[in-house]
């Protein structure tokens, strides 16, 4: 049976331009683990959720309504076809309309898109909701609902078209993370005795991961229809990172079957 959890973030924002294997995920789970392992450098499995494993049972995106799908629907296809071929499990983004109501697990690896306004009643949060396979800790699929301001105003997050673009590309990847079982991988990397927000890893070309939260580790600019420059990266929005976000999701396949001895 599944059970449903919530996670929340709030807005992220991608980086400079980045060195392509780290994000083409030319990298394995660590090497002849023998147990489970749950966190590495720049990721952390969502086990206080319940979730432990990524099963390689295909997942399908699915949506609550025709707006959300209209909307939505080509915001997942690159990190869909990403984890297919980089993590080896299977994601299909769909046209299917599953009318799952909230708090109640969809079916088994579903992943119901909202496009919804002020999912948590907050101006820029977005959420996801997770459910866990109570039988083995695997990510079961659930709820992702995405905050429609992004898209209800044009210049939400930039004046620029392609930062805003950006913006929606990486947050909507972001909370798929969390769908497939990945936490927030913030850690104290300053060593004052607090993990901060931002405060997250970096990769050698100064990387953070994707679940880094708030922002990809970014400062949010002062508001809306900012003219501040803002750093992002186009070629890699909506992507996730190869030495961090990928690797934890191989990490969680391989849970999987490390799980089941």
Known sequence: MPIPFRRVHARILTLLALVTVLLTGAFTPTAHAVTPIYAGPGWK????????????????????????????????KTPAIQVTRTVGV?????????????????????????????????????????CYHTGNGSAWGGHLYMDSEYWEQPAWFSTN????????????????GHMLGLDHPNTDVDRDGRVEAQECVKGTSGLKPIMCSPNRGLKVPAGTG?????????????MFTGDFDLRGLRQMLANYTLRQG
């Open 90 to 130: 299977p994601i299909t983004v769909t046209t299917t309309i599953d009318t799952t109501p909230a708090g109640t697990c969809p079916t088994y690896h579903r992943i119901v898109v909202h496009y919804t306004h002020q999912p948590l009643g907050q101006r820029g949060m977005s959420s996801a909701w997770p």
């Open 45 to 76: 499995a969502l086990t206080k959720d319940g979730i432990y494993s990524l099963s390689p049972d295909p997942y399908t995106i699915v949506f609550a309504n025709t707006t959300a799908r209209s909307k939505l629907a080509k915001y997942f």
């Open 161 to 176: 078209p392609t930062i805003n673009e950006a913006w929606r590309k990486d947050i909507s990847t972001h909370e798929l």
């Open 226 to 238: 900012t003219r501040v420059p803002v750093a992002y990266n186009a070629m890699a929005a909506g």
